[in-house]
Every structure is written in structure tokens, then in C-alpha cells.
């Protein structure tokens, strides 16, 4: 969760939010403190979420995830998009407040109200949870379009698996690929599965291997369902140039 952000109320509010932001990103968490406590005691909504983001991760002051919700309370209350998501986190977490899935998607619902890619992307997916995936691909599409990864991929399986769509694995395959050079490794890996059976794309056992090999290493659970396949179908020179691809720029796994 991104929590340390800037708000721009004064042009000397924005000096010093970006002073203690700065200070806060080199660890330096008494300096930011201390300039944020005086704006958020003043109503700066955006100051207010960030102390909250120190209380809730310890930066600088004691873990306190109570004192984190009072603080982000106050930032949603005052209409700040990053607050309310923020806040709408811990109620979804159950983390200083009570575990409320309803009161997390109505604050949810404000931040995605002012178009803010984070709760955008946390809609799409709790909308998908519940099976409601005209709305999933609608906000999927609005965070994508600010550039959230997490959407893309989410929009490409939507296609693969007809999800309020007709299938279409030349668009999954689209998105996917977008996601997955920006990082995303459950992307990479359905990229990768895409490749192996040539499902919306010309299939490529080396690609697939070099995909699956780059999720795997990102974290991602998908990948290690297809390697074994995939490793089986290929020579000792073919699996040696996948990991090598595996390793190189992102630029270099490009689709043809």
C-alpha cells in the first residue's frame, strides 16, 4: 500500500510536505514528524495520513494501528482520496478498527469517486470476488489506464476465462503482456502459459520458459503449475537460452 503521499492545499503546505516526505524517504522519520504534526493538527488531510502511515508501520513512533485509524479517520472525514483508501485498508484488514468489508468498500467507493488508481484497482477486485464482472472490468479499465499493473492482469483473465465477456485470448494475451512489463508476475506467468499452448499467440516453448522462469522468481504462485511441462518439452540448449532470457532486460522477452 502506497501511504506516504503529498497534498497541495498552499504553496508553503506543498514546501513542507515535500520536505518531510523527503526526510521520510531517507528514513529520516523525527524530521518528517515533525513537520507533519503541526500540518495535520492544522487540518492538512494529506499530513494526516501520513503520520497515520507511520503509526501504522512504526516509522519513526511506536506501532500504535489504533492511533493510525484516529489519524486516517480524520484525513478521510476532510474528503482526501488517499486517507479514505488508506482507512477503507484497515477496515478490509480488520488492522485498529473493526474487520468491516462494507464500510471498506464505501470508503473505497469515495477515493474511486476522485479517480484514485489505488482503490480503483482494490474495487475491481473485490467486485470480482463477488462475481460482478461488468463492474470488476470497468474499474479494471480505470486503473489501467493509470497505469496499475494489478488491472491489466486482472482484465486479461476476465477475457481468458469469459468473464463477463466473450472469450477473447488475443486480448487477455494484450493485457497481460502489458502487465507483465511492468513487472507483474502472475502476468509473466500467464504470458508465459500463453506461449506454451499458443493461446491467443504464436506459440514459443523457449519464450514460455523464460516467462514462467521470470514469474517464478517474482513471487508468483501460477508459474511453478506450468515449468515442469514446459522445461520437459525442450532441449539442454533451448532450457540454458530461457534462463538466460529469464535474467536479461524486459525488453528482450517482448512479444514478436
Known amino acids: ?16 510536505m515535500a ?9 529520516d522519520y523525527a524530521v518528517a514528524l515533525a513537520i507533519w504534526e503541526p500540518l495535520a493538527r492544522a487540518g492538512n488531510a494529506r499530513a494526516q495520513n501520513n503520520i497515520a502511515a507511520c ?10 494501528p489504533a492511533l493510525a485509524a484516529k489519524w486516517l479517520r480524520l484525513s ?15 477496515h478490509f484488514r480488520g488492522e485498529g478498527v473493526a474487520q468491516d468489508d462494507a ?9 474511486a469517486d476522485q479517480d484514485d488508481a489505488v482503490a480503483l484497482d482494490m ?11 461488468d463492474e470488476a472490468r ?7 489506464g493509470h497505469g496499475v499493473a494489478a488491472s491489466m492482469t486482472r482484465l486479461g483473465n476476465l477475457y481468458h476465462d469469459a468473464l463477463g465477456v466473450e472469450r477473447d485470448p488475443i486480448s487477455a494475451v494484450e493485457w497481460w503482456q502489458k502487465a507483465a512489463q511492468l513487472g507483474d508476475a502472475d502476468a509473466q506467468a500467464m504470458l508465459g502459459a500463453a506461449h506454451h499452448t499458443g493461446s491467443g499467440v504464436a506459440r514459443n516453448p523457449v519464450l514460455a ?34 534462463e538466460r532470457r529469464s535474467l536479461a532486460q524486459l525488453t528482450e522477452l517482448a512479444l514478436p
Open 55 to 64: 503509526f501504522s508501520a512504526g516509522h519513526g513512533v511506536e506501532a500504535d
Open 123 to 133: 474495487l475491481s477486485w473485490m467486485f470480482a470476488e463477488q462475481g460482478d464482472y
Open 19 to 27: 520536505s518531510a516526505l523527503a526526510a521520510a524517504r531517507s528514513g
Open 209 to 242: 520458459l523464460a516467462w514462467l522462469l521470470r514469474a517464478r522468481d517474482g513471487g508468483s504462485k501460477l508459474a511453478g503449475n506450468f515449468i515442469p511441462a514446459v522445461r520437459e518439452a525442450l532441449t539442454a540448449e533451448e532450457r540454458a537460452e530461457a
Open 1 to 16: 500500500m502506497r501511504w506516504l503521499e503529498r497534498f497541495r492545499p498552499t504553496r508553503k503546505a506543498d514546501s513542507d
Open 76 to 90: 478521510a472525514e476532510s474528503g482526501d482520496p488517499v486517507g479514505q483508501r488508506n482507512l477503507a485498508t484497515l
Open 103 to 111: 464500510e471498506a468498500m464505501r470508503l473505497y467507493h469515495l477515493a
Open 138 to 144: 470497468h474499474l479494471a479499465e480505470r486503473a489501467a
